[in-house]
C-alpha cells in the first residue's frame, strides 16, 4: 500500500492544529468586591462582633451558591464588618446568617424543529438571602432584627460560562444591597437605645 504525501495538504493541515492549540478560552470576568465601607457603620453599644453562617443548603435542592463568584453569604459576612462596629465595653453583637441560597432551576424548553432554533431561557436561579441581629450590651438589655431579600433571574441556554457568572454576581449583588437597606432600616428603628454617636 502506498500514501502519497501532498506537502501543501500536509503543512495546512499542521497549521490548523497549531492554530487550534493556540486559542485561548476568553479570560474569566474579574469582579469588584461588594464592601460597604463607602457608607457610616452602625457604632454599637457591645465590646464584641462575631459573625456565625447558619446556613445549610437544602437536601435535594440545586444550590450553586458555593460556586458563585461571590458567594452570598460571603457578601452578609462582609457586610456585618463593614456596617457594625462595637464600640462599647461589654456585651455582643452575633450577626447570623440564616439563608444564603441560589437554587438553580430547569426552565423548559422548546422542542422540535422550532426548538432547533430558539435561543430559550433554560434556568431561574432563585435567590434568598437572609440574616439575624443580636446585640446585648452586658447589662442586661438586649435587642433583635432580622431581615431577608430575594431575587430571581433567568439565563440564556446559549449563555457562555463567564455570562452565567456574571448573572451569579448581579445576583448577590442585588440581594446583598437589598438587605443592606433592610437591616437598615431595622437597626436604625429597633435598636435606637444601642446606638451610638
Known sequence: MKFNLDRRGLLTGMSA????????????????QLTFTHVPAFRLDAATLDIADAYRPAAGARDVAQGMPIPPAVAAQRWARDRL?????????????????????????????RGVVTDD??????????????????????GEVSAEATRS????????LNE??????????????????????????????????
Open 153 to 160: 433571574r433567568t439565563i440564556a441556554e446559549k449563555s457562555t
Open 85 to 113: 462596629q462595637p464600640v462599647g465595653t461589654a456585651g455582643r453583637i452575633l450577626f447570623t446568617v440564616t439563608d444564603a441560597s441560589v437554587v438553580e432551576v430547569p426552565l423548559q424548553r422548546t422542542s422540535g424543529l
Open 164 to 197: 452565567r457568572d456574571k448573572i451569579w454576581f448581579e445576583i448577590t449583588e442585588a440581594l446583598i444591597q437589598d438587605l443592606d437597606k433592610e437591616l437598615d432600616t431595622a437597626i436604625r428603628r429597633f435598636l435606637q437605645p444601642f446606638l451610638r454617636p
Open 17 to 32: 492544529v497549531a492554530l487550534a492549540a493556540c486559542t485561548n478560552p476568553p479570560p474569566s470576568p474579574r469582579f469588584p
Open 121 to 142: 431561557q433554560s434556568e431561574r436561579y432563585d435567590g434568598r438571602l437572609a440574616a439575624r441581629i443580636e446585640i446585648s450590651d452586658g447589662r442586661g438589655r438586649r
